[in-house]
C-alpha cells in the first residue's frame, strides 16, 4: 500500500541555524500539507500547497518557514534561522482530493 | 479559529471493555476523520465521515458524524492490547487545513 515518507526521522540543529525537512507524498496526490506536533501537545496545520503554490498557511507559518516542491516527488519544508521553540515533530500529508489525509511517520527536530 | 473539544482525555480500560470517546465544536465541519497515533509516529486514518448522520464501522470501530455537524464519536468494541494509543478526531471545513482535537489516550489492561 502507497504510503507517505519522511526523511530525516530525527534531526539534530542549533538554533538559528537553517534546515529541510523532506517529505515524499503518495505519487498520484495532488495536494500536500505540513503539520507539526509539540511534544505532548495536538497536531496543528502549518501549510497546505497545491498546483505549485501555497493554497493556506496559518499564523504558525511565518517568514521563517518556506515549502517548495522540486520535483515530481518531493515535498520540503524549509525553516529558515531555527528557534528553541520550533522543536517539534513535523508531518507531511497529501491526498488526492482535499478531504481525508494520509500522513508520514515524521520528523522529529531537535533545536539545540 | 475552530476548535475542537475532545474527551475523554484518557481512558484505562480493561481488554474486552467497549469504549466510547467525542468531539464537539461549536463550528460546522463537512468531514470528520479520526486517526490513532503510537508514540513517535505519524496519525493513521482510521474512519472517515463525509455528511451528516453518516454511521461507519472499520472492524471493531464504530464512528458516527452528528446530524448538527458540530460532534462526532468513535467506539472502539472489546478492546485488545493493540487499541493501546492516542486518539484523535480532525475536522475540516470549507478550507482543506484538518483542525485536530487534543486527544485520547487509551490505555487497556490486559
Known amino acids: 500500500e502507497p504510503e507517505v515518507t519522511q526523511t530525516p526521522s530525527h534531526q539534530v540543529t542549533q538554533m538559528g541555524q537553517e534546515v529541510i525537512l523532506r517529505c515524499v507524498p503518495i505519487?498520484?496526490?495532488?495536494?500536500f500539507y505540513w503539520y507539526r506536533q509539540i511534544l505532548g501537545q495536538k497536531v496543528e496545520f502549518l501549510v497546505s500547497f497545491y498546483n505549485n503554490e501555497i493554497s493556506e498557511k496559518s499564523e504558525i507559518f511565518d517568514d521563517q518557514f518556506s515549502v517548495e516542491r522540486p520535483d515530481g516527488s518531493n515535498f520540503t519544508l524549509k525553516i529558515r534561522s531555527t528557534k528553541l521553540e520550533d522543536s517539534a515533530m513535523y508531518f507531511c500529508?497529501?491526498?488526492?482530493?482535499?478531504?481525508?489525509?494520509?500522513f508520514g511517520p515524521g520528523t522529529r527536530l531537535t533545536v539545540l | 479559529g475552530q476548535q475542537l473539544n475532545q474527551s475523554p482525555q484518557s481512558m484505562f480500560i480493561q481488554e474486552g471493555e467497549d469504549v466510547s470517546m467525542n468531539c464537539t465544536s461549536s463550528?460546522?465541519?463537512?468531514?470528520w476523520l479520526w486517526y490513532k497515533q503510537d508514540p513517535g509516529e505519524g496519525p493513521v486514518l482510521l474512519i472517515a465521515?463525509?455528511?451528516?448522520?453518516e454511521l461507519t464501522s472499520n472492524g471493531r470501530l464504530t464512528a458516527q458524524f452528528g446530524i448538527t455537524r458540530k460532534d462526532s464519536f468513535l467506539n472502539i468494541s472489546a478492546s485488545i492490547p493493540s487499541d493501546v494509543g492516542i486518539y484523535f478526531c480532525a475536522g475540516i471545513t470549507v478550507s482543506s487545513r484538518l483542525t485536530f482535537g487534543e486527544g485520547t489516550q487509551l490505555t487497556v489492561n490486559p
Open positions: 463550528s460546522i465541519f463537512n468531514t
Open positions: 465521515l463525509y455528511k451528516a448522520g
Open positions: 505519487s498520484n496526490h495532488l495536494y
Open positions: 500529508a497529501s491526498n488526492l482530493q482535499p478531504d481525508t489525509q494520509y
